[in-house]
């Protein structure tokens, strides 16, 4: 095999140990070469493979990895140490995982692969040193044994980078805990003073919280549990990387920032800064196939990587009918795939940024709750009318004439969304104490703000990016939609940025918990009134009647949601009013940036109605900024997506409904005098016009422009 860099990965996740059936692996390589398949991703399961201690059954990866070479086929290694051999989890019944209430894990099958040896939580404990030195000596064997094989592309050592909420309260995590806080502490003394409890006389007395409340000490342990597992990914990275220094690492998660980063680790910032190449899974008959969704996925986890490649690695690419998240849906929410449903999300996809492509199946399992489900192919193995249409565009995607447009990438965002990682943090410690689930409902108020606020910007083709607060200074002008908690050194780092000149939209109770979770007590909090030109007067915690909240900005009716604050002016100007007539919102000018401070939540409103008026208020908010929009569409069902190359653009059309439709397509002036030349994706007629450029857009399709001067 002559390895070559690909121009587009197009593939799947083939072999998971129980299947596919070995007599069709030969057969199986030599369609997918024929199709245009270009990349495999296998798991390399610890606890299929240590048969016993220090013996390797190899024979079936062998397999793999020389018919991937003889066709033509690149293949990432998914490290598996999270499955675990029976033996270990008897050798090491110490260094199992341990749940909050006390109880031992227990080696149970896989979901996705019907073999033994896995937990939701983890079965057994890498904080534990014997398991940590048995799994190591894995990753060495196996790193040692294809670093150099001919079909070797690179590894992934995360499989959807989150873990269990409930996981680990074993005497080892125990004891990493309790060295951690002596770090961020010092002394018992000091950590008993920050936690509320005075009278610790060892450190052996120490405990991880079980109750999880807004409490310090429950802030300390959700962000030691995030350490400590990307501390264990940065383990595995480093054990491969001193056997193999050379081959691509690759991780990938599930695109869960704004619902899981908090309870579960789902952090795609932190996760992608430790790998060459990042990834995400998205099925859309789990999430629901409205657009915004799934573009919401992939403009996450693009900004999340910050400038490198990322993949869209595992896609939906076949039907999903039994798992709790679909039943109930129509099967034309993406419950059962069509071929045009595979077109127009790998559209989504691509244009959006991903550069790889990958299925979670080749062909479906035919055993466990899973079978049947994700695979473009048949159970057999099959062609089928959804694995040619991916042919048609894998091949496609890696013509040689296509590589310009693969080596561009999507423009910046004109806004960005602000990511600030404690609001989250805090929004799930309010939700799980004292049976608040009840209280907020089964979402947390944090992602309803979030996929509110971005929706708000889709829904007016204004192309929202995800800024992490790390990230403030790449932006000009930020949304903050749920600014309920961060720390006085993030209050000082966003003042600063808007005195130097942004311009900040932030909605109700900005900053309202400070440090450890302590309210303030001048509101808004960190002395963030003199940003905002404004004190608060009342503030309400209702959010189970937050859709009762009403206002009027500059005479338009919007409906708010979660929380009420009002407010008195201090140095700013009131731009709107709440129905009772308190002050809602005020803008000001703070040296050379300008802020506006909404009293409660419009991203929440529109999320859970979705009206017109909340939709306009988005697109009034980011014209109030003075900013131009990257383009200008004639019709709002049309997504568009700028790409930059070298020396031009290219402009993505991507219509995800079921009938043609058609829009005109203005660029910003910033662009200069362009018109639609080469069409390279898509079939259709452009009309050229004083205003920009006209064209229809076949149902659950796309079109592709190479830009050229006029």
Known sequence: MSKKKLQLPYGAVYFRKSNPPSEDWERDYQVAREDGINIFRHWFMWGAIETAPGEYDWSDYDRQMDLAAENNIQTIIAEFVASVPEWAVSRYAHGLTVDANGSKAVSMMGVSTSTGGFNHGGVLCLDCDEVREAAGAFLRALSARYKDHPAMLGYDVWNECNYSPTACYCEHTKAKFRRW??????????????????SYSAWDQVQPPVQIAPYPECIDWLKFKKENYYEQMQWRIDTIRSVDPDNLMTAHGVAGAMTHMAAGGADDWLAASKVDLYGFTWVQSRKGNEPWKQWHAVDLVRSASRGKP????????GPLWLQPQVIGRDKQDGRVTEPEDIRVWNMISLAGGARGLLNPRWRPLLDGPLFGAFGSYGLDGSRTARSQMGSSIAKWANEPEQEPLFRANPVKGEIGILVVPDAQEFDYLLRQSGGNIAFYGSSLLYSEAMWGAYRGFFDNNIQADWAHIDDLDKYEIVYFPYPIMFTSEQAKRLAAWVERGGTLISEGCPGYFGDRGRAGTMQPNHGLHRVFGARESEVEFMPDIGERISLQLDGLSVQGGGYLQAYELDGGTARGWYDDGRLAVVENRYSKGRTILIGTHPSIGYYRSGTENNRRLFADLFDWTGASRHVRT???????????????CYVWLVNPGRTAQETNVQLASGWGQMKPGKLLWGDAEVNINESGFS???PARDALIFEMETS
Not at 310 to 316: D, L, R, S, V, Y
Not at 638 to 644: N, T, Y
Request: aromatic residues 12%; proline residues 0%.
């Open 310 to 317: 990322f993949w869209h690695a595992e896609m939906q690419g």
């Open 181 to 198: 806080l002596e770090c961020k502490y010092g002394t018992l003394q000091q950590l008993g003073r920050a936690w509320h409890r005075y």
């Open 634 to 648: 004639s019709n709002a069902s049309i997504q568009v997506r700028l790409h930059e190359g070298a020396g031009t």
């Open 695 to 697: 064209a229809v857009i």
